[in-house]
Each structure stands twice: as structure tokens, then as C-alpha cells.
């Protein structure tokens, strides 16, 4: 394992991934962690990570230490590179010039560090201050016009420390140099695969587990999904996944979560599909205000939640499928600045006689989750699923919702998603769906005057779903799925492509 300590930077997550991506385990802890707890972990590498702090004011963040006297290799970066130096004797201060972007780096060669990496190398910076002078009893293996210890290295205690940022994808050659540093300088053997993942977790599960009971809420996305699965393949049907259909899900969803995990599905636990559909649309009669329906979809989740859970008894653990940016974006976990707080249907149902809770994805990104879930058997349409909001079409009806316009938006959702799969977009188009607008107008069909709604068609591009481009569909597969819905979706006679991004829009039409 190689632990990387969060300073607050932007691209923690980065730099475990890129760790990971050397089939080398990872996980990131805050800085505030104890250091008899991390030398507990035996980890075979450190890794400090950049932070929007200055290291010589007070109250930034700081380590214990004696975590250099380890003999455990650490590399410091960008704030974790100013910080080792400034702990270690070395001069940290404002930078003359501050380098911001792609900048050519002249690296030292003969370093563990830059073996096989070019003399003159593309980097990414992003500083204020900079390391004046190196700690004594380190060398400069790193060097550019305005930054003259871009890169310091100290041999014999194993300590590395670069101002750029070797995990972002603009410095050229950063993945060799995390691979030099994980595999010559911290010797790791690169064995971590996702399957010794899954077999880990099972085994660990198990361990934790003994004869105990489990209880797992199955929502059918991707998560919770490969949680359950995880869960089912380690203690079988000590298990028991409660699958809430809130009536809110898209079209034959609910059938197809059953066919799966359900009695005559793939995998040995007890599942319990309850049907609370008209319960949600009761409780949601006459609410337009999003937030609002937000609120109620989730309270009343939980609700549903817990009586299921009170007829099963008392268990001893409960699982969530978190996953790490979870834990990030709601800010628990990570040291960096909270950017947008999760928003999922769930939280923890106060009612439930549960021990204590099991996060098996606690660690890995979506596309690790993945493939996870295809190591696990579990069907490609589930482990590819686009993103579906926890309160569901209860979102993308504006206005209050009702059974029939939940059908409507069921319906030309469908039709979208198979035109757009039709067409071969379905692994281009990062999310796409259809809305139903609250808005009403005249058409005609036949000879009569209709008086119908409008549907929204919304595709997106987007990396990191935090910003997002309109997707650009061609003309005809709108033409087609626009025909097909006003044609195959009752009191339908209106279709419009939504063309914002986000921002200023947001992804979801709610
Ligand atoms: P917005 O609409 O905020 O959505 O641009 C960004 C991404 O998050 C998804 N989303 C949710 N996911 N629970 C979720 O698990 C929610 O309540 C929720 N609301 C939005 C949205 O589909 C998009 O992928």
C-alpha cells in the first residue's frame, strides 16, 4: 500500500489513481491523521500532496515529524514538496515569478525519480511560493528559468519532492515518474489488481462479517449494485437488500433490478422489492418546488426504509455503497474545499437497529466501481448505467407529479434512450434523458385541435459532471425520436432539445 496524505490540493484524487493505475494499492488519508496509525498501515510509500496553503505562516497544515526517520520512502508535491523542505532545514518563501501552467522542467536523469523521463520534460505548476533553498542533504534534480528546486532528492532516507505536479496529465511524462517513484524508489511489486480488490474485500468482509446479519438498501445504479453483489459473494444470504420502487424510477427499471437480484436472479440473498409508488405520489400531490420534492423523496425513502428494515430485526451491519468522490464532494473525508454537497436519496435511516456500517467502495472511483462490477459478473447494462438521480423522474417532472405524467416521461425517455443507442451514442453522450416541462400548447393532429405538453430532451458531455457541454445529436436522430414520441406518448405534441450547458444550466432539468 501506498498512502497519500491529503494537504488539501485539488488532485489527491489524481494521485491515487495514478498509483492504482500501476496495479499498485492506494488509499488518501487526511493530514490531520495520526502518524502511529499510518506507521500501523505499513505503508511502502508516502505521498504528500499539494494544499492552497503557504508552509512558513501559521496554522498551515503540517506533519509529525519524524515521519521522514521511517526509512518509508516519501515524496512530497508541490505544498508537500515546500513543506518537507521547510521542516527539514530548507528556505520556503514567495516565489519572484509564479509559474502557472505547462512549464519545460531540465531534469537530473541519473535520479531513481527520472529514470526513463526526458532531460528537458513538460510539467505542470501551480505556485505562489516556492523552495529557495533545498534541506541540507538534498541534491536539486529538478531545475527551470524561475524555479531553480523544481525537483530535490535525498538517497539515503528516501526522500523525493517535485513543485510540479507529476498526477495531472499535463505533465508529460508524470505517470513515469509516479511509477519510478512507487516501484524503484518504494520497491513496489505493481501485483494490486482489481481482482485481488474483489478478493480482498471478500475476504475482509467475511472476517468482519462472522455469522452476522446485513442489510443493504439496492437502488438498482451502479453503486449499490456492485455493494450488494460484494456483500452477496461474501456472507450469501446473510444479506438482505431492500430495493424501494418510489414509482419514480424509468421504464420497466424496477422489473429489471428484480430480474437481476431478485429469486430468480443471479445471486444468492434475500431480496425485498417494496412497491411504494402510490405512497410517494401521495406524498407528493400538488408540490412543484424541486427542493421540496427533493425532501420528500428523500424522507419518505428513508421512511419506507425503515419499516421494511423493523420487520427484519435487529442486524449487525448495514452497507452503503459510497464511493471516493462521495466522500470528497460531501466533504468528509477530504481536506479540500467543499465543491458541491452530495445530493442522494438515502442518508442514514435513524430507526435501524444496525452496529455499524460497511462502505466496501469507500476507496475506489466510479470507473474502478466498474470494473469491479465486471470482475464481480455483474451484467454490462447495470455496471454502464448512466447516472439517475436518487429522487428520480420525481425531479425531471416540472411542476407537481402525478401517475400520468410519470408515465409520459417513462415513455419518452425510452424512446430516447433507444434512439440514441440506435445511433451508437450511447458510449459518447455521458448522460441523456427526457423531461417533462410543465409547460402546455396548441397542436393539431388529424383534424382536432390538441391542447399537450412538451417534452425536454437533454443530452450532455462532460468529464467530471460538475461542468457540462450540450451534447451535439444529429439532426435526424432528434428528428426520429421527436416523431416517435409525439406519434407513441399520449398527450405529447411538442418536443425541444435543451442546448444549455452547465453552467449556467445544471445537467438534471428540475
Ligand atoms: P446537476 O443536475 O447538479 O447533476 O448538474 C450533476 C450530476 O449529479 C446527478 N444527480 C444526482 N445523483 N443523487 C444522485 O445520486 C441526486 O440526488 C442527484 N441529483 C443530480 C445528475 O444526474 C448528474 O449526473
Known amino acids: 500500500t501506498v498512502i497519500v496524505l491529503d494537504f488539501g490540493g485539488q488532485y489527491n484524487q489524481l494521485i491515487a489513481r495514478r498509483v492504482r493505475e500501476c496495479n499498485v494499492y492506494c488509499e488518501i488519508y487526511s493530514y490531520k491523521t495520526d502518524l502511529e496509525k499510518i506507521k500501523a498501515m505499513e505503508p511502502k510509500g508516502i505521498i504528500f500532496t499539494g494544499g492552497p496553503n503557504s508552509v ?20 512530497g508535491i508541490c505544498y508537500g514538496s515546500q513543506l518537507m523542505m521547510h521542516q527539514l532545514g530548507g528556505k520556503v518563501c514567495k516565489a519572484p515569478v509564479r509559474e502557472y501552467g505547462k512549464i519545460e522542467v531540465t531534469v537530473d536523469q541519473s535520479s531513481a525519480l527520472f529514470e526513463n523521463v526526458s532531460e528537458k520534460t513538460i510539467c505542470w505548476m501551480s505556485h505562489n511560493d516556492y523552495i529557495e533553498q533545498a534541506a541540507p542533504g538534498f541534491k536539486i534534480i529538478a531545475h527551470t528559468p524561475d524555479c531553480p528546486v523544481a525537483a530535490v532528492e535525498n538517497v539515503e532516507k528516501k526522500l523525493y519532492a517535485t513543485q510540479f505536479h507529476p498526477e495531472v496529465l499535463h505533465t508529460k511524462e508524470g505517470k ?3 511509477a519510478n517513484f512507487v516501484f524503484n524508489v518504494c520497491g513496489c511489486a505493481g501485483s494490486w489488481k482489481m481482482d485481488s480488490f474483489v478478493e480482498e474485500s471478500i475476504k475482509a468482509i467475511r472476517e468482519k462479517v462472522g455469522d452476522g446479519k446485513v442489510l443493504c438498501a439496492l437502488s438498482g445504479g451502479v453503486d449499490s449494485s456492485v455493494a450488494a453483489v460484494l456483500l452477496s459473494k461474501a456472507v450469501g444470504d446473510q444479506l438482505t437488500c431492500v430495493f424501494v420502487d418510489h414509482g419514480l424510477l424509468r ?12 429469486p430468480d436472479g443471479n445471486y444468492n440473498l434475500n431480496f425485498i422489492r417494496v412497491n411504494a409508488q402510490e405512497r ?7 408540490v412543484e418546488e424541486p427542493e421540496a420534492k427533493r425532501k420528500i423523496i428523500g424522507e419518505e425513502f428513508i421512511r419506507v426504509f425503515e419499516e421494511e428494515a423493523k420487520k427484519i430485526g435487529a442486524v449487525d451491519f448495514l452497507v452503503q455503497g459510497t464511493i471516493y468522490p462521495d466522500v470528497v464532494e460531501s466533504g468528509v473525508g477530504g481536506e479540500s474545499t467543499v465543491i458541491k454537497s452530495h445530493h442522494n436519496v438515502g442518508g442514514l435511516p435513524e430507526h435501524v437497529d444496525f452496529k455499524e456500517i460497511i462502505e466496501p467502495l469507500r476507496d475506489l472511483f466510479k470507473d474502478e466501481v466498474r470494473k469491479a462490477g465486471l470482475e464481480l ?13 436518487g429522487p428520480g423522474l420525481g425531479i425531471r417532472i416540472i411542476g407537481d407529479v402525478t401517475a400520468e405524467k410519470v408515465q409520459m416521461v417513462q415513455d419518452a425517455d425510452a424512446i430516447w434512450r433507444e434512439e440514441i443507442a440506435k445511433a451508437g451514442l450511447d458510449k459518447e453522450v455521458n448522460q441523456y434523458f427526457a423531461a417533462l416541462t410543465n409547460m402546455r400548447s396548441v397542436g393539431v393532429m388529424g383534424d382536432e385541435r390538441t391542447y399537450d405538453y412538451a417534452i425536454a430532451l437533454r443530452a450532455v458531455t462532460t468529464t467530471d459532471f460538475m461542468t457540462a457541454e450540450s451534447a451535439e445529436i444529429p439532426w435526424d436522430v432528434i428528428g426520429r425520436t421527436t416523431s416517435r414520441i409525439v406519434n407513441e406518448v399520449k398527450h405529447v405534441n411538442r ?10 444550466a445544471t445537467i438534471e432539468f428540475e
Open 56 to 75: 512558513y505562516l501559521e496554522d498551515s497544515p503540517s506533519y509529525a515529524k519524524e515521519i521522514y526517520d521511517l526509512g518509508i520512502p516519501v515524496l
Open 176 to 178: 513515469q515518474m509516479l
Open 251 to 262: 421504464k420497466n427499471e424496477g422489473d429489471e433490478v428484480e430480474a437481476v437480484f431478485g
Open 377 to 389: 459478473g455483474i451484467p454490462d447494462y447495470l455496471v454502464f448505467r448512466q447516472p439517475f438521480p
Open 280 to 286: 410517494f405520489y401521495e406524498k407528493l400531490k400538488g
Open 495 to 504: 418536443v425541444m432539445y435543451d442546448c444549455t450547458g452547465k453552467p449556467p
